[in-house]
């Protein structure tokens, strides 16, 4: 069996692919989640000043 150093200590080479898939994963989760909030964000801003400017509500 032949196992790779990884920054998770010794690993084989199938958990050290697996790692890099989950790694990869979360990242893009991450930067999915920001997007979404800032959009979330941009449309709550614009209903309060749709209502500041006396728009109906």
Avoid: C, F, V
Avoid at 16 to 41: G, H, P, V
């Amino acid at each position: 069996m032949k196992l790779i150093h990884s920054k998770y200590g010794y690993e084989t080479p199938e958990w050290t692919a697996a790692d890099a898939r989950l790694e990869k994963w979360l990242k893009q989760k991450k930067i999915d989640e920001k997007r979404r909030s800032d959009n979330e964000r941009r449309i709550l801003l614009e209903k309060n000043n749709y209502k500041k400017e006396g728009g109906a509500m």
